[in-house]
Nanobody
Framework: EVQLQASGGGSVQPGGSLRLSCVAS????????IRWVRQAPGKESEWVAT????????NYADSVKGRFTISRDNAKNTLYLQMNMVKPEDTAIYYC???????RGQGTQVTVSS
């Protein structure tokens, strides 16, 4: 069974930092591009960032470029999202997804407020 379990969310003040993790199981993690998406209350899901299977290529939404960094450790089957200089508009549930496999695991809530 394909599983993607995100963690690391929480409450943070504007300008602060968080590091999200996503542990994958049930498939060969190192073979697939993986992405982070987020969904704020009452809004559609928004793509945040994508990383290639070997980690050599990354892409970001304009809204997070320069503030967020996506990375992965294929030896640990784990995806990361380093979130710096967070803003209230970053508040959302964050999910890691594998589009090729049609998989999206349980998300982790990030709340940015003062």
């Amino acid at each position: 069974e394909v599983q993607l379990q995100a963690s690391g969310g929480g409450s943070v003040q504007p300008g602060g930092s968080l590091r999200l993790s996503c542990v994958a199981s049930g498939f060969t993690f190192s073979r697939y591009n993986i992405r982070w998406v987020r969904q704020a209350p009452g809004k559609e899901s928004e793509w945040v960032a994508t990383i290639s299977s070997d980690g050599s290529i990354t892409n970001y939404a304009d809204s997070v470029k320069g503030r967020f960094t996506i990375s992965r450790d294929n030896a640990k089957n784990t995806l990361y999202l380093q979130m710096n200089m967070v803003k209230p508009e970053d508040t959302a549930i964050y999910y890691c997804t594998c589009t090729t496999l049609g998989a999206r695991g349980q998300g982790t809530q990030v709340t940015v407020s003062s």
